[in-house]
Each structure stands twice: as structure tokens, then as C-alpha cells.
């Protein structure tokens, strides 16, 4: 019913510049940030293990490869064991983002399309 999505880090579609953790020192791996997104396998749902990602989350977004955001939620009060779903549905296009921020770093993880 639900497949690992295929997802991986790249370069963020925003224009804004952030910090990366390098500078404090300490790197996330990617594969982690892999372990933890899921996709549901006609792709319109999205789900993150929080659990699986070794640092407290700030927030959430989904956006497109322009820079716009249809979404963005702030989880930090949330527990560090929650698994958070996304309802696609609502988004147009399939060239959709998901930034996964922390309080040091951002990732951005594409999702599979939806056709």
C-alpha cells in the first residue's frame, strides 16, 4: 500500500539563502532524510516519520520548483515520534517539493509525480 518514496536532496527552488549545518559543524546524511518520507503509492499522500530524523523539526513546506508555497506548517511543538501526513490533492502540478526544515538546516526532498 505505501512504497518509500524516491526521494533525494537538492538544491532548494526558493530564492532565499539559508544557513547549512555544515557551519555548526554537524551533517545530516541524506539517506536519513530518505528513511523518513514516505509516499503512498498513487501519490497523492505524504508521510514523514519523525521519529526517523535525528533532530527536532521546525517546520514544514510543500512547494513547487518556482518557489511557491502551498504549504507550510509549524511541527516543532509536535512529538518527536509523530508520523505527519500531507494531502496532495489540493496542489497543482507534479513538480512538487517538500522542505523539511530544521533549526540548523533545511532539505528538500522532490516527491514522485502523480500521473
Same mark, same amino acid.
Given at each position: ?9 537538492? %538544491?532548494?527552488?526558493?530564492?532565499? +539563502? ?18 523518513? !518520507?514516505?509516499?503512498?503509492?498513487? =501519490? ?6 519523525? &521519529?526517523?530524523?535525528? !533532530? ?13 508555497? @502551498?504549504? +507550510? ?10 508520523? @505527519?501526513?500531507? %494531502?496532495?490533492?489540493? @496542489? ?12 540548523? %538546516?533545511? =532539505?528538500?526532498?522532490?516527491? &514522485?509525480?502523480?500521473?
Amino acid at each position: 500500500m505505501f512504497s518509500a518514496a524516491h526521494v533525494f536532496a537538492i %538544491d532548494p527552488p526558493t530564492k532565499k +539563502n539559508k544557513a547549512s549545518s555544515e557551519s555548526f559543524g554537524y551533517e545530516i546524511p541524506t539517506d536519513t532524510y530518505q528513511k523518513a !518520507v514516505y509516499q503512498s503509492d498513487d =501519490r497523492t499522500k505524504v508521510f514523514i516519520d519523525f &521519529g526517523e530524523i535525528p !533532530v527536532n523539526l521546525k517546520s514544514i513546506q510543500v512547494l513547487n520548483s518556482s518557489g511557491d508555497v @502551498f504549504i +507550510n506548517k509549524v511541527v516543532y511543538e509536535l512529538p518527536v515520534n509523530s508520523l @505527519f501526513e500531507i %494531502d496532495l490533492t489540493n @496542489f497543482p502540478g507534479n513538480d512538487l517539493v517538500l522542505e523539511i526544515q530544521t533549526f540548523t %538546516d533545511s =532539505r528538500f526532498v522532490l516527491l &514522485g509525480s502523480r500521473n
